[in-house]
């Protein structure tokens, strides 16, 4: 314990390069959910990365995550440390950003996270947005993420994504937010289901109030929606597809874009229940933090989604 407080210390006083090497091991090891998952990510063997990641807990002294048979779990300590690497890489790239603006140059790194399907909505003109981008700052390194509403707020947040797309449902006064598509979305049960083959007119809100209901966890439309109609939730998901997954069992019922949902509908594996009752448009906007301002890729990035969108 004696050595490890030593290292602890030495690496609060200064960070070298290798410490952000490790880091950025350790963060990709978290981001894929194991070491082995990691290894393609970061094109090093998993005997490297475990290495990697025993220096890395050496150097701070204390032990970062559970790692063998059992599966990958970070430890209470390894939770602090991946939170405080995320912050350090956001800030790196701030600093980065703040260069690329004194050099007046469209170059650097952008992040963007959106909230799941998007790519069967008619209504999303993202690629042309992109396309736009690109051709006006070909030298910017773009990521896309897909992510949970509450986690693509919280990224934006605290720096790790500059852009986020997500439905409205609640505003942040440390967010702007700029209006680009809506979605339409209905309750939907699959074939199995005791209510498939019951026309809407024996179909009776009691009824629906009944069925096992699957939904998002985290503030969102879906969450509203379930509580305005008083569905009982069953299940836990965290994306659109596993919500599929779920409806198509039989056993539960969801909501889905409709444009999501079409061709399970088009197949026979799904309908819409009471779509006269059940159903509510879900607004999405692009969102940016207020502060800092936001850098000349960013703003080129929103006026191309805004442009595209507004056709």
């Keep these: ?24 091991v350790f963060r990709a090891v978290v ?6 998952a990691a290894e393609l990510e970061l094109n090093i063997s998993r005997s490297t990365i475990s290495r990697h990641l025993t220096d890395l807990e050496f150097r701070l002294g204390s032990r970062l995550c559970h ?24 800030a790196i790239h701030e600093f980065q950003a703040e260069v690329d603006e004194t050099n007046k140059d469209l170059a650097g790194h952008l992040s963007i996270a959106f909230f799941d399907k998007n790519t069967t909505n008619p209504s999303v003109k993202l690629p042309e947005a992109i396309r736009e981008f690109e051709r006006i700052a070909p030298k910017v390194k773009i990521e896309i993420y897909v992510e949970p509403i509450n986690i693509v707020e919280t990224g934006v ?26 979605e339409s979305m209905y309750l939907y049960c699959g074939k199995h289901h005791t209510l498939f083959s019951n026309s809407d007119t024996d179909i009776a809100r009691e009824e629906v109030q009944k069925q096992k209901y699957a939904g998002f966890p985290f503030h969102s439309p879906n969450m509203m929606a379930s509580h305005d109609w008083k569905l009982k939730r069953r299940a836990i998901v965290n994306d659109e597809d596993a919500l599929a997954t779920l409806i198509l ?62 056709q």
């Design 249 to 310: 069992s039989g056993r539960y019922i969801g909501f889905l874009p409709d444009h999501m949902a079409r061709k399970f509908v088009d197949s026979g594996e799904m309908r819409a229940l009471r779509p006269d009752i059940y159903n509510y448009l879900s607004n999405h906007s692009a969102i940016v933090r207020k502060v800092p301002k936001m850098s000349k890729r960013v703003e080129k990035l929103l006026d191309c989604l805004r442009n595209a969108h507004n």
């Design 31 to 36: 981001a894929c959910g194991g070491v082995s």
């Design 1 to 24: 314990m004696k050595h490890y407080s030593m290292a602890k210390t030495a690496l609060l006083r200064r960070l070298s390069d290798v410490d952000f090497r490790l880091l950025r």
């Design 157 to 182: 947040l605290n720096g790790r994504h500059q852009i986020g797309i997500v439905p409205m449902h609640k505003t942040s006064d440390n967010l702007e937010y700029y209006d680009l598509y809506s």
């Design 67 to 90: 790692r063998g048979p059992a599966g990958f779990s970070l430890t209470e300590e390894g939770e602090r440390i991946h939170t405080a690497a995320l912050q350090l890489f956001s």
